[in-house]
């Protein structure tokens, strides 16, 4: 706390998408900021690459500044708010922000899953808050109900649509028939993306959450590598159509689990495109909205939804943090730090049990339906439902299985794709939000 002014002093590190409208939100709600803190909070720095770049917000003169390691090295500053995004330089400058007594409020979900224990070590040496509620889904308060409201009970399993700008692409997709370059192109004007918009689309961003989500539900270390990720660069219309034919719709999923394993329940962590029933609450979520199921044995099942991406609703939860962790400072006192004592170990992503569904263009004569049936029991795979629909001189089957492991799935469709009377495997998704 900074005691010449009597203020809380922050420094803002980014002004794009994010860290416009949290400058926006600073200087248009001071009062009733300084009111809820309970002293003024004052907008000291704006750090920025290029000081004549254009900008969606009236920064107050004087505040611009290309000097970021100079802003979080002053002394006056009580508290950073880092919206660059990155590993680098947002790390370096977070650490220098902390070791120089400021806190920090980070919207940076790449680093966190790439270097969090760093960072929770560093606010620790420091006794310094470090809080991240908008580095997943956006606007909605997901992290702090997980880190606090749930701290009693035991999380099992987190389950939900956690990027915004590859549900935007599905979604129309799904409903409009758009391509998937539009729909991006469209996602990335929106202020959805992010700056590389591969992080979206490949699922990095996704698999970041995922492992944000599951070291906090399951008090273990776990970084963005311990994630299984695809993401849905390969879905293509024949995949929205299909599951549209099944009363499905494809989503890009995030699912955290503890599974049994052999010494103790495990963590299985991933990210991948899958088809959910229509009537699934997750099949309705809309544009770049969010939403995630939380299980746990006492509480049962909890579901968040809201705005998943864009510059104002993330800066919301920035803002939700920010007046948290002045809060703490004015009381002389810091939040939760990280909570890794459970230590569980991370499940290989073939030995956890999924569910397919795999369209085949079969030869139509006698024996196929037993043939396909009979590569999915190599493999000890038990078939749930098989729909064939004759087309002229082929056919074309859809299997969907019961729970297998992953790995036995993937040999299935392999053996599958090397069989005579298959002339092509045309669609193969996991299934999420059914019967096992
Ligand atoms: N856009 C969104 O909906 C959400 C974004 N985030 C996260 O928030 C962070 C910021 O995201 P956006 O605002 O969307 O990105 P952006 O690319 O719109 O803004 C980042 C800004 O930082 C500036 N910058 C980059 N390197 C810099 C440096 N060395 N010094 C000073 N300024 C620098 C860039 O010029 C740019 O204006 C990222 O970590 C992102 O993952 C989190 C949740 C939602
Ligand atoms: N690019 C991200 C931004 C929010 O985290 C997304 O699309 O969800
Ligand atoms: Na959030």
């Known amino acids: 706390m900074n005691e010449r002014a009597k203020s809380l002093r922050v420094a803002v590190l980014g002004c794009g998408a994010v860290g416009s409208q949290v400058v926006r939100l600073l200087t248009e709600q001071s009062d009733d900021l300084a009111a809820r803190v309970g002293a003024p909070v004052e907008l000291v720095g704006v750090g920025v690459r290029r000081l004549d770049a254009p900008r969606d917000v009236e920064v107050p003169d004087g505040l611009l500044t290309t000097d970021v390691l100079g802003l979080v090295a002053r ?24 070791d120089n007594g400021a806190s920090v409020v980070t919207a940076n979900k790449a680093l966190l899953a790439e270097d969090g224990p760093t960072l929770f070590e560093a606010a620790e040496k420091a006794e310094r808050d470090l809080y991240y509620e908008a580095a997943v889904a956006g606007a909605i308060p997901i992290l702090r109900p997980l880190r606090e409201s749930l701290a009693g009970d035991k999380v099992t399993r987190v389950l939900g649509i956690v990027n915004g700008t590859t549900n935007f692409i599905l ?13 991006l192109e469209e996602a990335q ?15 990095f961003d996704a698999a970041a959450k995922a492992a944000i989500l599951a070291s906090l539900a399951f008090h273990s ?12 660069s390969d879905v293509t219309a024949a995949d929205v159509a299909s599951a549209r034919d099944m009363g499905a719709v494809v989503k890009l999923l995030a699912i955290c689990e503890l599974r049994p394993g052999p010494h103790g329940d495990q963590v299985a962590a991933r990210v991948h495109p899958a088809m959910i029933p229509r009537s699934h609450p997750l099949a309705s979520v809309r544009e770049a909205f969010n939403a995630v199921f939380v299980e746990s044995e006492a509480a049962g099942q909890l579901m968040f939804y809201g705005p998943g991406a864009g510059g104002a609703p993330t800066a919301s939860a920035v803002l939700g943090d920010l007046v948290t962790v002045a809060r703490n400072r004015l009381a002389g006192t ?35 339906l037993a043939a396909v049936a009979n590569a999915f029991a190599d ?4 078939i749930q ?22 790995a036995a799935l993937a040999a299935t469709v392999e053996q599958l794709r090397n069989m005579d009377i298959v002339r092509e495997v045309t669609s193969v ?3 999420e939000g059914g019967d096992e």
Do not use: C, N
């Open 75 to 98: 002394d006056d500053v009580d508290l950073v708010v880092e919206v660059i995004g990155g590993i680098e330089p947002a790390r370096s400058l977070i650490l220098a922000a902390l």
């Open 171 to 183: 979604d129309k997709m799904d409903t409009s028939g758009a391509g998937f370059s539009e729909a």
């Open 189 to 203: 004007e929106l202020g959805y993306a992010e700056a590389d918009p591969t992080a979206d689309v490949e699922g």
């Open 221 to 232: 270390r776990v970084t963005a590598a311990d994630v299984y990720r695809e993401g849905i």
């Open 334 to 368: 810091r939040g939760v730090g990280e909570s890794a004592y459970a230590d569980r170990a991370v499940q290989p992503m073939g030995e956890t049990r999924t569910r397919y569904h795999v369209a085949i263009d079969v030869d139509d004569r006698a024996g196929v």
């Open 379 to 382: 493999h000890d795979v038990s």
């Open 385 to 406: 439902t098989v729909r064939q629909e004759g087309r002229g001189a082929d056919a074309q089957l859809v299997v969907v299985s019961h729970a297998a492991p992953d």
């Open 429 to 431: 998704m996991r299934v």
